[in-house]
């Protein structure tokens, strides 16, 4: 497929101001009736009407009442002789919604129907300028049998419904505000709701809904609840009001992604939707209400003001993530249960983004070109978008941020833009900010891809009484972008002195600075500075950049014990461990924990005033995919066997600890997923996991037999999941009949399946044994590639999220990932690209893993019939 340019971008010839839709909803062939009033846009040169359409059955097409000569060229509908003025352009053709596995476009799930035009899918339900530049209104109507679809919905208001001949029926939606075609949804099925009323400031009376298959109504009131905290958190932060009577938010159990913002009608993966204390767990329920409101946010940052093309997804990607995590912070409370937020969103970005910067498929925040817009939808556009929106706020002040919000959607409210928009909004309501006087500069985290590199150096003048800190940066290449330039670097900081205490860094006292690194290497003093002292830099994780400041173990220990950032506290106890991973992989010999090390993770495990969801996070290792990370060539095995050999020591030398850790956090009394409950238990889960690792080294079958009775008593997911999750990580004798106890509990529901999968695919490799599990549950009745949570739950677990598993001397993980990606690649496309980004980083692997994983990516790059999203993603890797 051909390689489409964001420098190429042009108006479209036409606008489309109007579009009148009528469904004949049927599963085998469904009608879709279309009037478009078009406009010719006189600020391009004249040219022919081009729409795009796929997989459609062409049945009629007239303007102005009258028939019309056209052609089908490719997925374009070619009227060459439009008229001049505005005209009314009316199309007839079917889809057929039972055969679309794809998942995109108009398509059949559980027997109801449900759409996702997000980026291209609306192109599959009829023809039309399928960009996100022509924003139109919207009236639907849909026409289905009464029995089998009693709800019918589409975006906006209700104005009609009623009956029709031979027991079906109709309803008709309108929807006032102008939207490009990736925002129209429509839903049909046999479908129960929650309701609930809300006034928003205004004073206004709203109606929100969410829909899902009966029987699962209970599961809903989590998904509810947060609905409303995100409606009354962005006007409360933000001044944006909810702007329809009626929010829909629906279920549906086939979905590709987590959820889809259309304008007014979610729709949502049931995985990121349904939630109750006995089948989802704590992980889940701060998911779900972090992808709630992702989409609701979305409604002012995507719809209102849409992105003018499709290289400007982190436009609306970026931010709406930077909404939803400050909303999560904000909803977490206490600035500790803050930080827990800030360390995992940083974990994640390491975890995935920072892997993705430096593979084969490095893009820039707002890409340069693509063929397949689907392969976009990225952790760089959406979890470095999100701080590189973070940085602006870093850099003008929570009240510049919102005054720069203010004014963008001044500005743009109703149009379709770009991030040069974004950016230039929030530096003219900041004049004289940090900022402002070097925007230019700043945009290259939107054009240059590649991790930087901050390199930091101290140096203590004891005679001058200063402290010098020279910082330097340097972006690595990527594919296509040789040479970077300087990025402006955010760096949030203090000097501790080496009793912990925070040293005064200006005449006025303050103890934190954000120092803005701008050039190749710049210099900061400080002075009145007594004694060396220990930098504290990058807090909070101010810019998404790696960080060598060379500090010591001894300098790590006490930002451990005392920075006032916790965020650095817990990156000095990754550090810690790190440092002591990557020397073990360096010499090629066996890791030994130091006793300092052991004694710092006892104190901070016995801290008596940290929180536990803390002392988790901390005492978590560094995960494998951010280790690789920090290697030239990488050994998955040679990593995995440097970790469990961590993790087995700091189980031994702990062990008392751990006791003490799990009995201390036991919670009597009913559920809640609040921080301090599911600190509790994420602390007692790690503990648990921990003994029952040390009971496999020792023979002590009372830590095992603990973790099954718990697993069966437990009253809670988290709790049965967790006990679950240490006897199979730990390769237990008793995780096989806890396993399958726990299969036969949850046969009936598909989310907890999932998870019954995913936890034997991601468990940590031993002999082969995981993959060998996990390819014989390809087998298992209950697997199903048509299912992108199930196929997921298997595959991308294994080959996406479990190196070790995964990369094999005798190849059997490449075989299986080339045969699998063709497998979905028939059916699903876009999950199929997904899956085969495993091997993006193949060049970086060391023999024998380096030559077959490139071998098994040429073999199927070689396959002449693979979607343009497979074909874009191996090409990549090969280029
Ligand atoms: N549904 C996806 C999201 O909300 C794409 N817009 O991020
Ligand atoms: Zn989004």
Redesign the pocket.
């Known amino acids: 497929a051909a390689l489409i340019h964001r420098a190429d971008y042009q108006q479209p010839a036409y606008w489309i101001r109007k579009v009148e839709l009528t469904f004949d909803l049927d599963p085998a062939k469904t009608i879709v009736g279309s009037k478009l009033q078009i406009e010719r846009n006189h600020a391009v040169p004249h040219g022919p009407l081009r729409l795009h359409g796929e997989e459609l059955n062409l049945l009629r097409v007239l303007i102005d009442g009258s028939s019309v000569s056209f052609r089908q060229e490719g997925h374009e509908l070619i009227i060459e002789s439009a008229p001049d003025a505005d005209f009314l352009l009316e199309i007839r053709s079917t889809c057929a919604p039972e055969k679309n596995t794809a998942l995109s476009g108009l398509y059949t799930s559980g027997g109801s129907f449900f759409t996702q035009c ?1 980026a291209e899918g609306f192109r599959r339900i009829t023809y039309f300028l399928d960009r996100p530049d022509v924003m139109a209104v919207y009236t639907v109507t849909l026409r289905a049998d009464a029995k089998k679809y009693p709800v019918l919905l589409a975006n906006g208001n209700l104005q009609a419904t009623g009956e029709l001949d031979n027991g079906r029926h109709f309803a008709t939606w309108h929807d006032p505000f102008p939207k490009p075609s990736y925002l129209f949804a429509v839903v049909a099925g046999d479908l129960v709701t929650r309701e609930q009323r809300i006034r928003t400031r205004a004073g206004k009376d709203h109606l929100l809904q969410v829909y899902v298959r009966r029987g699962d109504l209970e599961k809903t009131e989590h998904a509810m609840n947060s609905l409303v905290a995100s409606i009354v958190w962005d006007e409360a932060r933000f001044g944006l009001p909810l702007d329809l009577e009626r929010f829909m938010v629906v279920g549906v159990s086939d979905f590709n ?5 259309n304008k007014g009608l979610n729709i949502f993966n049931t995985s990121a939707l349904l939630a109750s204390p006995a089948t989802a767990t704590d992980t889940d329920f701060a998911r779900i209400e972090s992808i709630v409101a ?2 609701y946010f ?1 409604n002012w940052t ?1 719809n209102r003001v849409t992105c003018r093309d499709w290289f400007q997804l982190s436009l609306k ?1 970026g931010l ?1 993530v930077f909404r939803d995590q400050e909303f999560s912070m904000d909803m977490a409370g206490s600035p500790s249960a803050r930080a827990v937020c800030r360390i995992q969103d940083v974990r994640a970005l390491r975890a995935v983004q920072f892997p993705e910067d430096s593979g084969a498929m490095a893009h820039p925040v707002r890409p340069d070109s693509y063929s397949e817009i689907n392969n976009f ?1 990225t952790a760089t556009v ?1 979890e470095k978008g999100s701080e590189v929106v973070r940085m602006y706020q870093t850099l003008v002040g929570r009240k510049g941020f919102e005054a720069g919000m203010k004014l963008y959607f001044e500005r743009h409210d109703g149009q379709a833009v770009t991030c040069d928009d974004f950016a230039a909004a929030m530096a003219d309501a900041n004049p004289g900010s940090p900022l402002a006087s070097r925007l230019d500069a700043f945009k290259r985290w939107y054009s240059q891809a590649g991790t930087p590199r901050v390199t930091a150096l101290g140096e203590h003048d004891a005679a001058a009484r200063t402290y010098t800190l020279k910082l330097r940066q340097h972006t690595p290449a990527t594919p296509g972008q040789a040479d970077k330039l300087p990025q402006v670097i955010p760096v949030v900081m203090g000097l501790l002195d080496r009793h912990g205490q925070a040293l005064a860094l200006d005449a006025s006292g303050a103890t934190e600075r954000t120092l803005v690194l701008e050039q190749a290497e710049q210099s900061f003093v400080f002075e009145n500075i007594e004694h060396e002292p220990v930098p504290s830099l990058l807090r909070g994780f101010s810019a998404p950049v790696v960080l060598d400041d060379g500090l010591s173990d001894a300098a790590l220990l006490v930002l451990l014990r005392h920075d006032s950032d916790p965020f650095n506290r817990w990156e000095a106890s990754q550090r810690l461990a790190l440092n002591r991973i990557l020397a073990a992989l360096r010499a090629g010999q066996p890791l030994v924990l130091s006793s300092a090390f052991i004694e710092a993770m006892r104190a901070v495990l016995r801290h008596p005033d940290l929180d536990p969801a803390f002392k988790e996070l901390a005492l978590t290792l560094p995960g494998e995919a951010y280790i690789a990370e920090q290697l030239d060539v990488v050994d998955p095995q040679a990593i995995h066997t440097a970790v469990m050999s961590a993790q087995t020591q700091l189980a031994a030398a702990l062990r008392d600890d751990w006791i003490a850790a799990y009995e201390a956090n036991q919670i009597q009394g009913g559920y809640t997923p609040d921080p301090v409950s599911s600190g509790k238990r994420a602390l007692a889960n790690l503990a648990l996991s921990m003994l029952v690792l040390d009971a496999q080294t020792t023979g002590d079958t009372v830590w095992p037999g603990k973790a099954y009775q718990r697993f069966k008593d437990a009253s809670n997911m988290t709790d049965r999941f967790g006990a679950l999750a240490a006897l199979v990580a730990a390769q237990a004798e008793l995780a096989a009949p806890a396993l399958e106890r726990f299969h036969a509990l949850f046969k009936d529901d598909a989310l907890v399946i999932d998870k019954w999968f995913s936890l034997q695919a991601r468990a940590p490799e031993v002999d082969g044994k995981v993959f060998a599990r996990a390819k014989s549950l390809l087998q298992h009745p209950d697997f199903t590639l048509k299912n992108p949570n199930r196929a997921r739950s298997l595959l991308a677990s294994l080959l996406l999220f479990n190196p070790a598993a995964f990369h094999r001397t005798d190849a059997a993980g490449y075989v299986l990932w080339a045969e699998q990606v063709l497998a979905i690649d028939a059916l699903n496309p876009m999950l199929a690209s997904r899956i085969s980004r495993a091997l993006d980083r193949w060049s970086q692997l060391a023999e024998p893993y380096r030559s077959a994983a490139r071998e098994a990516v040429a073999r199927v790059a070689a396959k002449p019939d693979l979607s343009p999203d497979v074909r874009e993603i191996v090409e990549r890797a090969l280029a």
């Open positions: 997000e992604m987590g959820a889809m913002e992702h989409e979305h995507g990607e709406t939808y959406y």
